[in-house]
Each structure stands twice: as C-alpha cells, then as structure tokens.
C-alpha cells in the first residue's frame, strides 16, 4: 500500500508532528531536525524492529525535576491500496483506507489496525486459526443454515459471506505484526554508506529479482510463494508439526492436564540472498568495487541506478517504500540531478508500486522535486520538530500555478520554503530599484538575508500565487504597491484577512513609485544618465508640468520627456531608470516608505 501520512509521538526530537506523503516525498531541513529519523521510524515499524531507550522523546517535566523520556511512542500510519490491491475489509476503516498503530514501550510493543468491529463478537476473530468444532459454534450461534456436509474452508466461506451483512463499527483492533506483513510494504533504506559502496545497491536490487522468482501473485494481489514453494512449506509446516505432536507425550509426564500442543511456524523464503561481493576488471583484472576509488565508485553508481530503473520497471514485485539518506553527498551538480531523475522515474513508471523519500541538503534536489511533495523540518529552541509543507486546498489556481508558472518566475522550491520574507511588487522600476537601495543602506543583499522580490505585474499565475502565500507564508510577505493599485482586493480574495491589511500592504507615492521621490533627487539621476541635448542641467522645473498630469502616470510622461529632451545611449525605460536612479540617489532622500518597508522585511526575515 502507498503511505499517506504518518502521525508519531515521542520519538527522538518528534514529540508530537503529523507528516504527509506522496509517491515520491522530499524530506528538508537543517542537521537534526529530524529527516533521517523519521527513516528510522518506518524502519522500525515496518522491518519490525525495537527502539532503544535513546530513542524515548527527553523533556523537562517543567518542575524542577531532571530531564527524563516520555514513557512510550506511538506511531499511526495511514496507508491507501494500490489500485487492483485487494485487502479484506476487514483490515480497512470505513473510509477505504488502511491505519496502523504501533506502541512501544520498554518492556513490549503492540500493533493495532483500525478497521471493523463486528458487533457479534464472535466474528471478531481470525477464523483460519481455530478449529472445526469451532467454526462449527460461530455458525450455530449466528444461525447459518447448512445444507450437507462442509469442509473447514467451505465452512470459513459461509461465515465470510455472513459477514459481509453483518453490523460493525470502526475501532482499533488488536493483531500482531505477522498478520499484517503480508500486504505492507517492504521498507528499503539506503544510507550513506551505500553511495559509498555501490555493492549495496546492487545487492538490494538482486533481492527484489530473487524474491520475484519465489513469489507470486495471484488475482486479488495476494503474494505468495510459487507452487512448487508452497508445497514444499506444506512438507515442511506438517514435518515440523509431527515432530511437536511427538512432545505431547513428555509434557504430559509433568502436567496431564495439558490435551494438545501446536506450533504455528513463520517459513519466509524471502531471506534466501544475504549478500554478495561485486567485482570489476578495468583492465588490470578483476578487483573488489569496495576497494576502488571515490571517483570510480560515484560513476558506476549512477550506472548502478539506471540499471536498477531498468530492472524494478520490469518485475512485479510486493509494494515497496524506499528511504533515500542524503544520495547527494559527495556528488557535483550534475550527478545530483541524474541521481534525481532516476529515483523519480523508478516512482513514477507505469504501474510503479514504488513510494520513495529522498532527505536532503541538495537545492538541486529540492528545486527539481514537485513543490506539493517537500515537507521542512525544522528543529525548535525546545528542541521539538516542526514540520512544514505547502497546502494547496486542492485549489486549481494553485496547482497550476505551481506546476505551470512559479519556474517561470524564479521561484523555485528552496525560495519558497527557505526565505523568511516575501515582498511582493507590481512594477519592473521596483525590481530593479530595491535591491541596490537595500545594499546601500545595509552593505549586503535582500538575498542574503532571506527577503525576495516577486514581481507579479503582468503574471498571469497572480491569483494562484497569492492564493498560495495567502494560505502558507501569509505571516511572512508584505506587498509594496502603488497607491493607486487595485490589487489589494486580490489580496483579500486570497485569503489575507482585512485585519492585518496595514500590516501587510505598503502603499507609497501619490499613485506610483516614480512619483514619491523628489523632483530633486530625479534630477541628480537625469543629470548624469540622460544629459538635456541643450547641454543645459535638468532642474525641478523641468518636471513640475508632468507631476499632476491627469489621466497620465508621471513615470509614463518621465520617460517621454527623457526621449523628447536626450540622445545618451543608455535605453530610457522603466528597468534602466529603476537601476540609475537607486544607483545616484542621496540616501538621504530616498523616500521614507522604502524606509520603512526595509524595516517591516528585516524584522520579519529577523535580520540583525
């Protein structure tokens, strides 16, 4: 089945977070905020492993006694069948998906499934394990009618069709892991340590071939060993069987009071290929791959996972869900975006039931990876696990906007979950102005300290953007427009409220950004960029008659008065002014509402 979330409980640094999954999922974040423990969770559960005490949350009981651990962790894992997966219903919660429940605590661990709860409770049992006599009582008891004589899995069929009818609810059911193992993914992780020795990639795709020759699946997507296999458990389950039938004898020479014994055995052929050594010859004969060199080992690995999409692409194999540690370490540019690609085509291939988690530190990962796939994880000062990610509301001026138009624009998925501050303007004299205002001031770039422009004048992705930032990163964006924009009606639509408008909307000049600065700070720019064919110097006086032109925007009339009156080879449009003007201006005249604009974004972004 494919994971959809993931809610866990006091477990390393995540006390209390709830994560969402998707087939191919991005993990992000700083060092030890808890990526690769959230690998070692699914480890855990899935490959049917016990913590360690270590491993139990540590917090502050918040009365002075000395730091503890929390007494247990829990985990629930919700899970959607593959289409054509048939799974009991039994298993599953009314709502068609599949949740797991895990607890541990030092002494045991314990397994739930929520699905039903028949109200007879006799039907609330696994009815393959009990005996004749006893399948003959639950049909006495809940009145089926038998006609002639039936075997004990005709009799097991009568009682599942009885079921189908019969009144339940949902509850959390008790089981063991061993019942379940059968439709769970397998759980496949790879460390740094394997990018380190490719052997290990090799290895762990030669046991999905090995277990595609042992296993098989039949029409309900049950898997199971081939024929041949099956009989030869059979031989062995009554061998074993005998063999324990033989003890009866010596128990009862110590207590008569035992009648049976039964042994119930776990034969797992899938455990058949441990490991291998793999060796090359390039040219010196052959030698271990382990024992080459870095250079060599990185090469082949990407040749490993071509071969390895090739391979998975062409087997059927059980579900399968892949942590991938950190697979950039230690690789250039464009490794990192092949290593990608590779893992995205073995998720995404027809029919793939292959689900991946990629942790990383790679913006190159990340920029490539589906921004609704990317969950932050960011470590608090109370040393607890946040997690963030972007919700879209399943809106589809946001989906497209993602999809079609954020790349377009530069905003990649590291901008989006990595800045602190988001400035959003209308015009490309802003563009090019803030950022060398800024630097002046400050002595480094917006981009330094995590404050970015967005330009969304004449974007059509507008609306699905603000809806975006309206929903995700409201707290963190201010829009710098011009006072007589219209746009701030768009921004309420999207979802910014009413009541923190002046926290958020920055209005300057009387209707654009061109007209709030003064008449002389204009002039020092024009005297230097654009000197007057009359050879005579630009004065105030040059521009009082355009400043309150009605029906005209003073930018517009600035720059056709700059054609009509300059020859100077520098372009006069609204970009290059941006950038002369910024780059001239006294600082002491630059106007207050970029002050304060400035101030508002680093005491947002937590600048200084």
């Known amino acids: 089945m494919q994971l959809i979330t993931i809610e866990i409980k006091n477990f390393r640094c995540l006390k209390d977070v709830k994560i969402p999954f998707r087939e191919l999922t991005v993990l992000i974040g700083e060092n030890d905020a808890g990526k690769s423990t959230v690998l070692d969770l699914l480890d855990l559960i899935l490959n ?154 090799v290895m762990k795709t030669l046991r999905t071939v090995y277990e595609s020759k042992i296993f098989e699946t039949d029409e309900n997507g049950t898997r199971q060993p081939i024929a041949s296999l099956r009989d030869l458990k059979s031989d062995i389950e009554t061998e074993l069987n005998r063999k324990v039938s033989e003890l009866l004898g010596y128990v009862q020479r110590y207590n008569q009071r035992v009648q049976r014994v039964e042994f119930n055995p776990t034969i797992d052929f899938s455990g058949g290929l441990k490991s291998g050594q793999f060796s090359i010859d390039d040219g010196r004969g052959f030698h271990w791959l382990n024992k080459c060199g870095d250079g060599t080992k990185r090469r082949l690995l990407m040749a490993f996972f071509d071969w390895e999409r090739e391979i998975l692409g062409q087997q059927q194999t ?105 400035i959003i303007i209308e015009g490309p004299t802003e563009e090019n102005a803030l950022p060398i205002f800024y630097h002046r001031l400050y002595g480094h770039s917006m981009i330094e300290d995590g404050i970015r422009l967005i330009n969304i004048e004449g974007n059509g992705g507008k609306k699905g953007l603000l809806k975006l930032l309206g929903k995700n990163r409201q707290q963190l964006t201010i829009a710098f427009l011009d006072s007589d924009t219209q746009t701030n009606q768009d921004f309420i639509s999207a979802g910014f409220t009413r009541d923190q408008v002046d926290d958020y909307l920055i209005l300057i000049g009387h209707k654009e950004f061109e007209d709030a600065f003064s008449d002389e700070s204009i002039c020092s720019c024009l005297n230097l960029v654009w000197p007057r064919n009359d050879n005579a110097p630009w004065v105030p006086e040059h521009l009082s008659g355009i400043r309150n032109e009605p029906n005209k925007k003073f930018s517009e009339r600035l720059m056709g008065l700059i054609y009509q009156n300059s020859e100077s080879d520098v372009p006069n449009t609204k970009p290059v002014y941006g950038q002369k003007l910024a780059s001239i201006c006294p600082l002491e005249m630059i106007p207050e509402r970029v002050i304060h604009l400035f101030n508002r974004a680093r005491e947002i972004a937590r600048v200084g």
């Open 48 to 201: 049917e492993h016990q913590p360690e005490d270590s491993d139990y949350y540590y917090f502050d009981d918040g009365i002075g006694n000395p730091e503890s651990r929390a007494d247990e962790i829990e985990a629930v894992l919700t899970f959607h069948p593959y289409n054509g997966q048939t799974i009991s219903q039994e298993f599953l919660s009314s709502d068609g998906f599949f949740r797991l429940k895990k607890r541990f605590t030092r002494l045991s661990g314990e397994t739930w499934y929520n699905g039903r709860c028949y109200e007879q409770e006799v039907l609330n049992q696994d009815l393959t394990s009990l005996r004749v006599a006893d399948l003959d009582a639950i049909i006495q008891e809940i009145g089926i009618v038998v006609g002639g004589r039936l075997n004990k899995e005709e009799k097991i069929q009568r009682i599942e069709d009885y079921k189908q009818h019969a009144p339940f609810h949902d509850a959390w059911v008790t089981t063991t892991p061993a019942a379940l193992r059968e439709f769970l993914p397998r759980f496949e992780r790879y460390r740094s340590l394997d990018y380190q020795d490719p052997t290990n990639v």
């Open 318 to 422: 059980r579900p399968l869900l892949r942590g991938y540690d950190e697979p950039d370490v230690n690789l250039h540019y464009e490794a990192q975006r092949h290593m990608y690609r590779t893992i995205r085509d073995i998720v995404y291939q027809e029919k793939s039931r292959i689900q991946a988690i990629v942790c990383t530190h790679s913006l190159t990962m990340i920029d490539h990876a589906p921004a609704t796939s990317i969950n932050l994880l960011r470590l608090c000062e109370c040393g607890m696990t946040g997690v963030n990610y972007l919700d879209t509301l399943e809106d589809q001026d946001v989906e497209d906007f993602l999809v079609n138009l954020a790349a377009e624009l530069g905003i990649t998925n590291s901008i989006l979950f990595y800045e602190r501050c988001y």
